[in-house]
């Protein structure tokens, strides 16, 4: 278990922490403690890939795990924005939707001894989704406009990113019969 490996374990412990606080009503700072473990989770994310590259301690169980790890804290995040009436429930199925599909994908790839690691348009869509995640959290009126944009940015990227890993990886299916 090297540390980019930790640092994607570390992520994924941090989610449970993350929905008490968006959800509950302990204290007059829930949503102000949630949206900073988010950052920190989300920042876990940007750190254990460059450390991964740079120290060539690239794994399997990374590539398997770290996307897994991003899936979990932004669907968590997603859904309780739903229960909180921040972001519209369709937005949230068309983004789950395509993680179940490229969950399944890979499954089918690993069958076959591929791994699919992460492309750069899943890294961007990841990356506008957990910026949408911190603007709704942080509800800040003075940014709505901008909280929207980014919001129909991370579907769009999310859409994409989908188009993208099917087409590049359309030999994987024909692999698989």
């Known amino acids: ?47 254990d890939g460059k450390i991964a590259r740079k120290y060539n301690l690239v794994t399997n169980f990374g590539k398997f795990m770290d996307p897994l790890a991003d899936k979990l804290l932004v669907c968590s995040a997603l859904i309780c924005l739903i229960e909180l009436d921040k972001i519209p429930s369709w937005m949230v199925i068309v983004i789950i939707a395509r993680e179940f599909i490229i969950s399944g994908f890979r499954l089918v790839a690993s069958d076959n001894g591929v791994v699919i690691a992460a492309s750069y348009w899943g890294k961007f869509k990841t990356t506008f989704q957990m910026v949408a995640v911190c603007l709704l959290i942080a509800d800040i009126a003075a940014l709505t406009v901008v909280t929207q944009i980014i919001l129909w940015i991370a579907v769009v990227l999310t859409v994409v990113s989908l188009t993208d890993y099917l087409i590049k990886n359309k030999d994987v299916m024909k692999e698989s019969k």
């Open 1 to 47: 278990m090297n540390l980019p490996n930790k640092l994607t374990m570390f992520r994924v412990i941090l989610i449970p922490f993350f929905i008490v606080f968006l959800l509950a009503s302990l204290t007059p700072y829930d949503k102000w403690i949630a949206l900073v473990i988010f950052i920190i989770a989300s920042l876990t994310d940007l750190l």
